[in-house]
């Protein structure tokens, strides 16, 4: 297959469907790692097409969503300040904080600007040397390369006026802090392929063995995902515990070299704090002491705003899967898109969003 539509053919579709119903004889619970698989599956309504022993659940790989309550107010306290230009991707500006957003922030008069790659934030910093330019770098493997780059370029060019708000996280740290959850229910994952496009697939042997699931490196359009269910539906009905690389024309068992010694050039790793899940010892990055004075929460001395999470919002059950959106009772009340609680009701991956988007009506009925 050459063009992308062709990863929808209905045809196509209903054979991997058939063959996924002929195999599945018991109940199984299997994890898209992924907030962009997540809205593919809601979408396509491929959960309604699967065998119903057949439970996917929705796992916390949505990057906007996992972003901890702080980092959202130091961003805020930051792009408050006078003198400074907070740039940022658009999907974080309606993120909520335990006050405001972005966009409130703007509207008071804050310099908040919506850019599409970090090096827009480093051109603006170069144009603008009597402000303060910081970018809100934030997201997994797949977008820290970019900013790793950008940080790289600051301190090559002498750019002292930029600096970088981190708040990267990785996968599988997460993966084993799910498994090793009490409430766990996860026998298997599909694994996001975009992350496994820059950082390979060398993590997660390791990690099948050790907790014996079937990890399936799976990419996003509908056929790429049911051939990831269909795999692990194989693996589990025969007892095995592999990692397999579902998505071969993106994803390559090294990675991209050249990213990974960007990353390990300007990041280090760290404990991270995840929206709703609390802290996951070493599963995300900050910058290395060489690029120390590109941090904007030291540069800013932010690092002590602490925020408790609301108490209504149940986003953090939802990132770990261990109820669905629709079983929070804020959902579509207290917590809409235009109203959100959470950053999975606003996230253009969110799960919450998703079902807001695609199941609303029909869950309403159901009531």
Known sequence: MKYLDEFSDPQLAERLLQQIHAATTRPMAMMEVCGGQTHSIIRHGIDQLLPEQIELIHG?????????????????????????????????????????????????????????????????????PDKE??????????????????????????????????????????????????????QAFLAAGHVCSVMGTSEYPALAEKYRVPVV??????????????????????GRHEMENAYPRAVRDEGNLPAKEMLRDVFEVTDRTWRGIGTIPRSGWRLAQKYAEFDAENRFDVEAIRTAESSLCRSGEVLQGLIKPHECAAFGKECTPRNPLGATMVSSEGACAAYHAYRRLELVEAK
């Open 60 to 128: 916390p790989g949505c990057p906007v969503c996992v972003t901890p309550l702080e980092i959202i107010d130091r961003a805020l306290a930051i792009a408050a300040r006078p003198g400074v230009v907070f740039c940022s991707f658009g999907d974080m500006l309606r993120v909520p904080g335990s006050g405001q957003d972005l966009f409130s922030v703007k509207s008071a008069g804050g310099d908040v600007r919506v850019v599409y790659s970090p090096l827009d934030a480093l051109r603006i910093a170069r144009e603008n």
């Open 133 to 186: 330019v910081v970018f809100f770098g934030i997201g997994f493997e797949t977008t820290a390369p970019a900013n790793a780059m950008t940080v790289h370029q600051a301190r090559r060019l002498g750019v002292r006026n930029f600096s970088l708000l981190v708040s990267h996280v990785l996968v599988p740290p997460a993966i084993a802090a799910i498994m090793e959850s009490p409430t766990c229910r996860v």
């Open 217 to 238: 490196v799976t990419g996003f359009e509908p056929l790429d995902i049911l051939e990831g269910i269909r795999r692990t539906v194989l693996q589990l009905e025969a």
